[in-house]
């Protein structure tokens, strides 16, 4: 059973038009991450969300940004995708409790981005 | 960088044979995840080692850690072909109060029947 859903898988979008990725999850969690990770390159955490509260990476770029409606979606937005943002795009899980940093994370299959 | 370092990056074995895998880090942690990711897929978590353990095991894995060299190794023994995937360790900064992970590289194991 998917606990943790990503649509599209695939998406393709141009230079400049701005593309939204979504995840879902069925866990029930309250942390929700966004990932980006490169070809060969280690997943680079670019926010996440304990509840509504949202934290930002302090490199992530102004271009990324994301919302979270209830416990069950977080969004992904790219308000004007450039050539460097292509990649894949992993939504992760989590459960805060007793030893926040002690809970492993449930990821997604992720979104692959490619821009033309 | 806060990465950790895995290595070696790339470990081609047969079925039947032993891997090893190693991750260095650089700060103090709380933890050490390892994580597996088949090829266009997401992340697996596969086991999770605390600062003060020093060995854990699940089925064919077992984990070591040394916070004095900052340093662990994930060995998968009697591989399969099916282990064939891309492996990644992920430390937790001790102090660390937002579940923030920092991932390596990763090691691209082949494993061939």
């Known amino acids: 059973d998917a606990m943790v859903i990503q649509n599209p898988r695939y998406q393709v979008t141009q230079f400049g038009k701005p593309v939204t990725l979504s995840c879902s999850q069925t866990l029930n969690h309250n942390v929700m991450y966004w990932y980006q990770q490169k070809s060969s390159q280690a997943p680079k955490l670019l926010f996440h969300?304990?509840?509504?509260?949202?934290?930002n990476e302090a490199d992530t770029p102004d271009n990324f940004q994301s919302r979270r409606p209830n416990t069950s979606f977080c969004f992904l937005d790219i308000r004007s995708p450039g050539l460097g943002d292509a990649a894949m795009y992993l939504c992760a899980t989590s459960s805060a409790g007793t030893g926040f940093s002690n809970q492993p994370q449930h990821f997604g299959d992720g979104t692959r981005l490619s821009i033309l | 960088s806060q990465q950790g370092e895995e290595d070696p990056q790339a470990l081609s074995i047969q079925e039947g044979e032993n891997a090893t895998m190693n991750c260095s880090y650089k700060t103090s942690i709380n933890n050490l995840q390892w994580y597996r990711q088949n090829s266009g897929r997401g992340l697996v978590h596969l086991i999770l080692i605390r600062s003060n353990e020093r060995e854990k095991h699940s089925g064919r894995l077992r984990v070591t850690l040394d916070t004095s060299k900052k340093s662990s190794s994930l060995l998968i023994t009697a591989s399969r072909a099916a282990d064939t995937a891309s492996y990644f360790c992920?430390?937790?900064?001790?102090?660390?109060?937002?579940?923030?992970?920092?991932f390596g590289r990763g090691t691209q194991l082949t494993v061939w029947p």
């Open positions: 992920a430390t937790a900064d001790r102090g660390s109060t937002l579940g923030r992970l920092y």
């Open positions: 969300y304990y509840d509504k509260d949202f934290n």
